[in-house]
């Protein structure tokens, strides 16, 4: 079993920064590809970035490239999304995800089998 806990969204205006962090619990942490998601009011949720479990390999979504980066800290067992150049189209619920052990990297949400509870990101122009 594996618990997520994301935090450090908040309001910012448009070409701020902010950093998410996502905490991870359980032994398994350094071993499993992680993501992040986002999903904005009436939208599905929808694919920001992910890591491979060494962080040797790393996704990102069109939309967020050259903007966004995702990293992670197995000592501390945490994944991170540096998110640069924010836009108002950027606002919507961020969530962490884990996948199932020794699995590759994910673009769908239905690869990943935990989930946080999500941090709100606000972009104002």
């Known amino acids: 079993q594996v618990q997520l806990v994301e935090s450090g969204g908040g309001l910012v205006q448009a070409g701020a920064s902010l950093k998410l962090s996502c905490a991870a619990s359980?032994?398994?942490?350094?071993?499993?590809?992680m993501g992040w998601f986002r999903q904005a009011p009436g939208k599905e949720r929808e694919f920001v970035a992910a890591?491979?479990?060494?962080?040797?390999?790393?996704d990102y979504a069109d939309s967020v490239k050259g903007r966004f980066t995702i990293s992670r800290d197995n000592a501390k067992n945490t994944v991170y999304l540096q998110m640069n150049s924010l836009k108002p189209e950027d606002t919507a619920v961020y969530y962490c995800a884990a996948r199932r052990t020794s699995g590759g990297l994910g673009v769908t949400p239905y690869q990943y089998d935990y989930w946080g509870q999500g941090t709100q990101v606000t972009v104002s122009s």
């Open positions: 890591i491979s479990w060494s962080g040797g390999s790393t």
């Open positions: 359980g032994r398994t942490f350094s071993s499993r590809a």
